[in-house]
């Protein structure tokens, strides 16, 4: 079904290739910049990811000014403005992020406050705040699951209320995205297979979404298809470059896909259990997939036999479910990938009132969720319930 109005919009440039974060000079030299600051984590720094990186960038005649090194898993508001504050400090031309998710969300929301200065949570929190264009950055994803090198969005902790702000523009799209498998290899199976359910999860909800169109559909398909591919080969051979790259493309295609249909009940529910419990989001989407599925299954039946076919199996709804069941299990018996709540954790020190009341409480949050909103069926607490006890276990 064609809907009466869609868009398409993602503005930064991907370049893929093996070893090409070693040197990309050819797309700096396109970009107006001479002096960059880095922004990084503290394990990419002790495996020495980032030395090739650097000394690459250096060899192509740029100047790196400062590197930050200290962005935690969850990006917090703090350290966005510690490194909004050093690329001021410096008069940096631009960004370069070299990271995960929480790395290259901190890099756009700080480019927000290094570019046009003001306070980030009053000024630009929300969605369509920012006024005119931001400085180059350039990101250099080291997982392959969030998306976040094409999206317009960035998720920021806020310490004091523990909430996640969300800032949504199309003025945070990167400028430019390195695909390099070469840097993915360090990361461990279990995070491997996480993360990579998180896209499989954002190419699923995309193309079962309400703002589905044939555009995102095109890119959901065929990151459904990738991760088919390519993730149990990542997890168990974390050295297999195809595969590493496989998921690379699938987790951007998959980004590309949610960035503009979004995402539903499953990231609803995770989110929910994230914010409650600390779960991985990654490991929560996977945990929550089957059963988001069950739950939106009789409502667009013919969208989960097309996600079928791309997973590679009989071409019908339920057999959608039973293939992601199946490949949660292989993900289990491969690094232990938590199949359950239960399995995760998250019951920990709780009397069985106080698991009740987290069950509950996870049902109740993806209600409010805003994901909710673009969910093909209706979340109703009472009846999402029911699909977070089954994935209690
Ligand atoms: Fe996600």
């Not at 396109?30 to 990811?49: F, H, Q, S």
């Amino acid at each position: 079904m064609i809907p009466d109005f869609f868009q398409y919009q993602c503005p930064t440039k991907i370049v893929y290739g093996v070893g090409l974060s070693r040197d990309f000079s050819a797309e700096l030299a396109g970009l107006p910049l001479k002096k960059l600051v880095v922004i990084t984590d503290r394990v990419l720094e002790r495996l020495k990811v980032i030395d090739p990186i650097i000394e690459g960038v250096k060899n192509a005649g740029v100047e790196i000014l400062e590197i930050y090194t200290d962005v935690p898993p969850n990006s917090e508001v703090k350290t966005v403005k510690k490194c909004a504050e050093m690329a001021a400090r410096h008069h940096a031309d631009g960004i370069l992020a070299i990271g995960g998710g929480s790395v290259i969300d901190t890099a756009k929301a700080a480019n927000i406050v290094f570019t046009h200065g003001g306070d980030l949570v009053g000024d630009y929190s929300g969605t369509q705040t920012i006024t005119s264009p931001l400085k180059p950055l350039i990101v250099i994803p080291t997982t392959a699951g969030t998306g976040s090198e094409v999206t317009q969005a960035a998720v920021i902790l806020d310490q004091q209320t523990h909430t996640k702000l969300s800032f949504v523009d199309h003025y945070l799209y990167p400028t430019l995205a390195i695909l390099d498998p070469e840097v993915t290899v360090s990361m461990p199976p279990q995070i491997t297979a996480a993360t990579g359910m998180d896209a499989l999860t954002h190419a699923i909800e995309a193309c079962v979404g309400i703002q589905s169109n044939p555009i995102s559909d095109g890119f959901a398909m065929k990151a459904i298809s990738l991760v088919r591919h390519h993730l149990v080969t990542a997890v168990k051979d974390g050295g297999n470059l195809e595969a590493r790259g496989g998921m690379l493309t699938a987790a951007v295609m998959a980004g590309i896909a949610f960035d503009h249909s979004l995402v539903g009940v499953v990231h609803g529910m995770a989110h929910a259990a994230g914010g409650l419990t600390g779960l991985h989001h990654g490991t929560a989407n996977s945990i929550f997939l089957p059963w988001g599925m069950e739950y939106n299954l009789e409502t667009c039946p013919e969208k989960f036999a097309e996600v079928a076919n791309y997973l590679g199996v009989k071409k019908e709804g339920r057999a959608a479910i039973q293939e992601v069941q199946r490949l949660q299990k292989e993900l289990h018996e491969a690094c232990g990938l938590p199949m359950t709540l239960k399995e995760a954790g998250i019951d920990a020190g709780l009397s069985l009132k106080g698991l009740e009341y987290m069950l509950e409480a996870i049902a109740e949050g993806a209600v409010n969720d805003g994901t909710s909103f673009y969910n093909p069926r209706e979340v109703v607490k009472e009846e999402v319930l029911v699909q977070v006890r089954k994935a209690y276990g």
